[in-house]
C-alpha cells in the first residue's frame, strides 16, 4: 500500500490492531493460479462459536470432474439438486434463471427447506412463475423459489415462494427461520415495464410461503440491496447496497419497532439509519489489515423510501455519510456483523483499488475493523478472485463465493488463515476459444453441517456437496 493511501487511511483515525497470523498467504494452491490474502488477529472472533477449525489448509488437490461440472477434493461428492428449464415439481412452470442468494432452513422431522433467490431482470430467459398470493408485481420476473429436501438431499418437493419481484441478488436468515430476499434495484413503476416501484426486501418462509406472501418491507429502505444480517439478540437487520455507480453504496441498519417478533414482525416497521465514520468517506482508501475505527455513528435516513432521491444522494448533513463500492455479503458472527465489499477501482470512481475486503462491526464498542483483504501478492494477476458471498464453514472455517472473471472457484479459509479451493465451476457458457465460466452464489450449509448447497448461476444449477467436512 502507498504511503498516501496511508495517510489518507490514519486522517480518520484508524489504529491498527496486532496481526496474530501471517501478513500474506497463498489462494487457489495446487489450481494454476496465484494470488494472496492478508488477514488480522481480530480475524479469529469470525469464527466465534463454531467448531474446531481444521488443522491443515483445506481437504487436498481437486479432482477432474468426468462429467465436466464441478471438480471437489477426493472424497467429496456433488448431487444436482435443479437445473434451470426443467420442471418445478409443483407443475407451476418452469425452474426459473439465474440461481443466486440462498439460504438452508431446518424443518420438521430431519427436513431442510432450501430456499433460493432468482437474480431476474425484466430480459430474464426464465422467469419465476406468477403464482395467486404469492405476486408482489406480475410484470416483474425475480423471486425466489423453495426446495423441500430429505436428510438424504432427495428432493421432496420445489415450488414458487415469491414472484413478482425484481433482481433478487442476496439476502439472509432470520433467527425465526426465514429468509429475507433482497432486491437489487431502484427501478419505480412504469420502468421496464413494471407496475411497481422495486428496490425492497421481502420475507420469505420456505416452509408455507403463504404466511409469507408478497409484502414489501418498506421500512427496512427502498435501494439496491444485496445482503443482510440480523443480530440474534435484539433483531436489528444489517443491510448492504451494491449501487452500481458512484457515489457507491452504504452499510445500514434497521432497528425494528417489534424486535424479534417472529414472521411478519419486520411489517411493523421501524427506523433506518446509514453508516458513517468520521473521516472516512470512502472504505476502499483502508488497505492494512487490523486498522479499526472506534467512532462509529449511525446517521437517520432522511426518506427510506427514495420517493424523489437515492438515498446514497441524500443529504446526510455537513460530516457526510461513508460509501464503498460493490458492498455484498453480510453475516453474523459471534457478537460481531461481517460485510463483504467485492472490489474498488478508482476508474471506475472509488477513491482507491482492492480486491476485495472483509469488515467487521462490534455493535457494542462502536467499532467498524478492516479483517481480511483479498489481492495479488505478487506479480501474478488473477482475474477473477473477488469476494462475493460467503458463510460460516461446518468445520469451524469461511465459505467464499468468487465475482469476477477467468475459472469460478469456492474458496475455503480457516481460523489459522489457511486458504484452499473447495470447488471449481466447469460449466462453460462461453466457447472453446474464448472460455466464460457461470459463477457460484449462495453457498450455505445444511443445519446439521453435513452438506454444503451452493449455486452456480449460469447455467442455474444447485448442488449438493457432501463428504468429510469434520
Given at each position: 500500500?502507498?504511503?498516501?493511501?496511508?495517510?489518507?487511511?490514519?486522517?480518520?483515525?484508524?489504529?491498527t490492531a496486532p496481526r496474530n497470523t501471517a501478513t500474506r498467504r497463498q489462494v487457489l494452491a495446487g489450481s494454476g493460479a496465484a494470488a494472496a490474502i492478508a488477514f488480522t488477529g481480530a480475524f479469529s472472533e469470525l469464527f466465534a462459536g463454531t467448531a474446531a477449525a481444521r488443522g491443515h489448509g483445506g481437504y487436498g488437490p481437486l479432482v477432474p470432474d468426468p462429467d465436466g461440472l464441478l471438480d471437489l477434493p477426493k472424497g467429496f461428492r456433488y448431487r444436482v439438486l435443479s437445473l434451470e428449464g426443467d420442471p418445478l415439481r409443483s407443475g407451476e412452470?418452469?425452474?426459473?434463471?439465474?440461481?443466486?442468494?440462498?439460504?438452508?432452513?431446518?424443518?420438521?422431522n430431519g427436513r431442510v427447506h432450501l430456499v433460493r433467490n432468482h437474480e431476474n431482470r425484466h430480459t430474464a430467459k426464465i422467469g419465476v412463475p406468477t403464482v395467486a398470493g404469492l405476486t408482489y408485481d406480475p410484470a416483474a420476473k425475480g423471486g425466489c423459489t423453495s426446495l423441500e429436501l430429505d436428510g438424504r438431499n432427495k428432493v421432496l418437493g420445489e415450488r414458487v415462494a415469491i414472484a413478482g419481484t425484481a433482481v433478487n441478488c442476496?439476502?439472509?436468515?432470520?433467527?425465526?427461520?426465514?429468509?429475507?430476499?433482497?432486491?437489487?434495484?431502484?427501478?419505480?413503476?412504469?420502468?421496464?415495464?413494471?407496475?411497481?416501484?422495486?428496490?425492497?426486501?421481502?420475507?420469505?418462509?420456505?416452509?408455507?410461503?403463504?404466511?409469507?406472501?408478497a409484502v414489501p418491507l418498506t421500512a427496512m429502505g427502498r435501494f439496491q440491496h444485496e445482503a443482510i444480517a440480523v443480530?440474534?439478540?435484539?433483531?436489528?437487520?444489517?443491510?448492504?447496497?451494491?449501487?452500481?455507480?458512484?457515489?457507491?453504496?452504504?452499510?445500514?441498519?434497521?432497528?425494528?419497532?417489534?424486535?424479534?417478533?417472529?414472521?411478519?414482525?419486520?411489517?411493523?416497521?421501524?427506523?433506518?439509519?446509514?453508516?458513517?465514520?468520521p473521516g472516512l468517506p470512502d472504505l476502499s482508501v483502508v488497505q492494512e489489515t487490523g486498522a479499526s475505527f472506534d467512532r462509529v455513528e449511525w446517521v437517520p435516513v432522511p426518506d427510506p423510501l427514495a420517493a424523489e432521491t437515492p438515498i446514497r444522494l441524500q443529504d446526510f448533513g455537513p460530516k457526510g455519510i461513508t460509501h464503498a463500492q460493490k458492498l455484498?455479503?453480510?453475516?453474523?458472527?459471534g457478537s460481531s456483523v461481517y460485510f463483504v465489499s467485492s472490489f474498488a477501482r478508482s476508474d471506475e470512481g472509488s477513491a482507491a483499488d482492492h480486491y476485495g475486503q472483509v469488515w467487521r462491526y462490534e455493535?457494542?464498542?462502536?467499532?467498524?475493523?478492516?479483517?481480511?483483504?483479498?489481492?495479488?501478492?505478487t506479480d501474478?494477476?488473477?482475474?477473477?478472485?473477488?469476494?462475493?458471498?460467503?458463510?460460516?464453514?461446518?468445520?469451524?472455517?469461511?465459505?467464499?463465493?468468487?465475482?469476477?472473471?477467468?475459472?469460478?472457484?469456492?474458496?475455503?479459509?480457516?481460523?489459522?488463515?489457511?486458504?484452499?479451493?473447495?470447488?471449481?465451476?466447469?460449466?462453460?457458457?462461453?466457447?472453446?476459444?474464448?472460455?466464460?465460466?457461470?459463477?457460484?452464489?449462495?453457498?450455505?450449509?445444511?443445519?446439521d453441517g453435513s452438506t454444503m448447497y451452493v449455486n452456480c448461476y449460469t447455467p442455474g444449477t444447485t448442488f449438493a456437496v457432501t463428504g468429510p467436512w469434520c
Open positions: 500500500m502507498s504511503s498516501e493511501t496511508r495517510n489518507t487511511a490514519t486522517a480518520a483515525t484508524a489504529t412452470g418452469k425452474v426459473p434463471s439465474n440461481h443466486d442468494g440462498m439460504t438452508a432452513l431446518a424443518g420438521r442476496a439476502g439472509g436468515p432470520t433467527p425465526w427461520r426465514t429468509w429475507l430476499t433482497c432486491e437489487e434495484t431502484e427501478d419505480k413503476a412504469g420502468t421496464n415495464g413494471y407496475a411497481k416501484d422495486h428496490g425492497f426486501i421481502f420475507e420469505v418462509d420456505g416452509a408455507d410461503p403463504r404466511r409469507t406472501g443480530d440474534p439478540k435484539n433483531g436489528i437487520v444489517y443491510e448492504t447496497e451494491d449501487a452500481f455507480d458512484k457515489p457507491f453504496g452504504l452499510f445500514y441498519r434497521f432497528l425494528p419497532a417489534k424486535p424479534l417478533g417472529g414472521t411478519g414482525s419486520l411489517r411493523a416497521g421501524g427506523a433506518l439509519e446509514a453508516m458513517r465514520v455484498e455479503g453480510c453475516y453474523w458472527g455493535p457494542k464498542k462502536r467499532r467498524l475493523t478492516l479483517v481480511v483483504v483479498f489481492g495479488p501478492d501474478i494477476q488473477l482475474p477473477g478472485e473477488s469476494p462475493d458471498n460467503i458463510c460460516l464453514a461446518a468445520d469451524g472455517g469461511l465459505m467464499v463465493c468468487e465475482d469476477g472473471g477467468g475459472a469460478q472457484h469456492v474458496l475455503g479459509v480457516t481460523r489459522r488463515g489457511e486458504v484452499y479451493t473447495m470447488a471449481r465451476g466447469r460449466q462453460n457458457i462461453g466457447t472453446p476459444e474464448e472460455p466464460e465460466w457461470g459463477e457460484f452464489a449462495g453457498v450455505t450449509f445444511s443445519p
